[in-house]
């Protein structure tokens, strides 16, 4: 049967890649790495180790690379018959705590003149050469434990159809950040803007795109006199703002109420932000009436009106939310009687 004969080996070699994988990680990492288990199927392995700290790039490069070195190398797989402790005289690893016989089965793989560059015992099935394994690549690393990592790898056949798939998504995702960056310059133009697209990263571009756009809506609402109305009044003899604001974010009320405390010198901003079914209110009280009144007492009568749910802050600034726009000026009202 072709499939049998296929899939073992596969699994002849991801064992055998496992094998140059094992020594690899110990030459670049370090002596301490050793086998926590393992799982070699058809299309992947995988590889737990114990090592403290997450695998960096450049040393996943250096891994990857010995590997893929042993591997075009073309070098014999020979298996040899000993006893453990001429196996443990050649360097091979080995379980220690376990049990062997008087006879273990040796392999090694890459032959760096008189030594092996792997040597293992093992008794599991394994290429002819090393260049049957193919090409060869970590995908992904994790912890799974305290001070144990695993370490996925790919080759062959399974790493060229992932290549391809990722190289499909990327592809795909950044069509779909393009049209996204057009979108967005588009209509920073439409309100006075110069796209700002200085960047290699398409992702950073609409970031930075994003956030030029919310900056220019928040101008082009506070410049339309239709949507920001502002009434400056006077109640009790204290100077009283009040500002109602269209399709501006709730998260932008608070640099309009220090605007409004700014300009107004002393006295009281009550603010009103209204987007879509949201609606935001924003208190203000400078510094000389504080003793007098409380910007947490305003939000709370107002926010209930509007059907929030109190809000809260300090003496001098306070804010709430609701969501019935409808009675932004019955709340108003209802602040008013306070002052
Ligand atoms: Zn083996």
């Keep these: 049967m072709k499939i049998d004969v296929e899939r073992r080996n596969n699994l002849k070699a991801y064992h055998s890649a496992t094998h140059l994988l094992h020594e690899s990680l110990r030459r670049t990492l370090g002596k301490h790495v050793m086998q926590k288990g393992s799982l070699v199927a058809p299309d992947r392995l995988r590889f737990d ?36 402790k001429a196996a443990i005289e050649k360097g091979a690893l080995a379980f220690f705590g376990e049990k062997y016989g008087e006879e ?16 293992e015992l093992c008794g599991g099935t394994h290429v002819k050469n090393t260049k049957d394994i193919g090409k060869f690549k970590t995908v992904s ?15 062959d056949k399974q790493l060229e159809d992932f290549i391809k798939n990722k190289e499909k998504l990327s592809t795909l995702s950044n ?14 133009i439409k309100l006075g803007g110069n796209p700002n697209v200085d960047n290699k990263d398409l992702k950073e571009i609409i970031k930075n795109l994003s956030r030029q756009l919310e900056q220019l809506n928040v101008k082009s609402v506070l410049q339309d006199k239709s949507k920001n109305i502002i009434k400056d009044d006077k109640i009790n003899n204290i100077n009283v703002r009040f500002q109602k604001i269209q399709d501006l974010p709730p998260k932008d009320l608070r640099k309009l109420v220090d605007n409004g405390k700014k300009e107004l ?51 001098d600034f306070a804010q709430a939310g609701g969501q019935d726009k409808n009675k932004i000026d019955e709340a108003y009202e209802k602040i008013k009687s306070l002052i």
């Excluded at 069509?175 to 920073?188: G, V, Y």
């Design 175 to 188: 069509q779909k950040d393009e049209e996204t960056i057009k979108e967005l310059s588009s209509q920073i």
């Design 49 to 84: 180790f114990s090592h403290m700290k997450p695998i960096t790039n450049k040393e996943l490069e250096i891994i990857d690379k010995l590997v893929n070195d042993y591997v075009s190398n073309s070098s014999e797989v020979t298996t040899r018959i000993m006893t453990p």
């Design 104 to 119: 273990v089965r040796v392999v090694s793989m890459g032959k760096e003149k008189e030594a092996y560059f792997s040597t």
């Design 265 to 315: 010198g002393d006295g009281i901003v009550i603010v009103f932000a209204s987007s879509e079914d949201k609606v935001g209110l924003a208190i203000g009280i400078t510094e000389n009436l504080v003793n007098r009144y409380d910007a947490v007492n305003f939000v709370k009568l107002g926010s209930e009106i509007i059907g929030g749910k109190g809000g809260g802050g300090r003496k």
């Design 141 to 155: 690393q994790s912890s799974i434990a305290a001070g144990v990592r695993r370490v996925e790898a790919l080759r």
